[in-house]
């Protein structure tokens, strides 16, 4: 059970270069999101969808677009790399509901706009 | 929308000591709070959580009490041991599609 995988683990963007980071759950989990990590911010949500066809923006959503075709498949958009987006980006997902609704992250992706 | 402090930043405990790390949250409708472990280099992990229904939880060394009055909620680490030393991140969320994170807790227990 390969539970949330992100890719690539590492990239290096120029300037108003574009690129999607990748997202991939097999646990069958509605809910999916993704974060940033920056130093002293904790972690701040970006986008995220609770469903296939359903998406909405978090706390920090300007220069990131998603789409959630699947239920599996969460990928982020970068438009145009600004050196603002340097950062450690982690996708999560879990059940929606009252019961087992333990969020799981992927291994994150370090992302570094030159 | 959900604010989350944490507080302390940083804290140093002495090997056996306990820890305790605090949260406040402004949004009443608030529901779930869970708290993550993070290891240098690696991805978040729950290590607890609690509803708003429950007062207080624990697991073997770990608790978490939430004071849904004050809304404010705290993990307790008792006999702290090397393997701890982590950053923790308390969030809240109502329901648990989306979690607002509070900014980390870097945790040093020393031998």
């Known amino acids: 059970n390969a539970g949330v995988t992100q890719t690539p683990k590492f990239q290096v963007l120029k300037t108003g270069q574009s690129m999607t980071l990748q997202c991939a759950q097999d646990m069958n989990h509605e809910y999916m999101s993704w974060y940033r990590q920056d130093p002293g911010m904790g972690l701040r949500l970006i986008h995220y969808s609770v469903g296939a066809g359903i998406t909405d923006q978090g706390e920090v959503p300007n220069g990131y677009n998603v789409s959630r075709s699947t239920t599996e498949d969460f990928p982020l958009r970068l438009l145009s790399a600004a050196p603002s987006q340097t950062s450690v980006y982690f996708c999560a997902s879990s059940f929606a509901g009252q019961g087992e609704t333990e969020a799981f992250f992927g291994q994150g992706t370090r992302l570094t706009v030159v | 929308g959900e604010n989350v402090e944490q507080h302390p930043s940083t804290l140093s405990v002495q090997e056996g000591d306990s820890a305790v790390i605090k949260c406040t949250y402004s949004?009443?409708?608030?529901?779930?709070f869970p708290w993550y472990k993070q290891e240098l280099g690696k991805r978040p992990q729950l290590i607890i959580d609690i509803r708003s229904n429950v007062g207080e939880k624990k697991d073997q060394r770990i608790a978490v009490t939430l004071n849904k009055t004050a809304k404010h909620f705290s993990l307790h680490i008792t006999e702290t041991q090397p393997e701890d030393s982590a950053v923790y991140f308390c969030?809240?969320?109502?329901?648990?599609?989306?979690?607002?994170f509070g900014t980390g807790t870097r945790l040093t227990i020393i031998p």
């Open positions: 949004d009443s409708a608030s529901n779930y």
């Open positions: 969030a809240a969320s109502h329901g648990n599609e989306k979690l607002t």
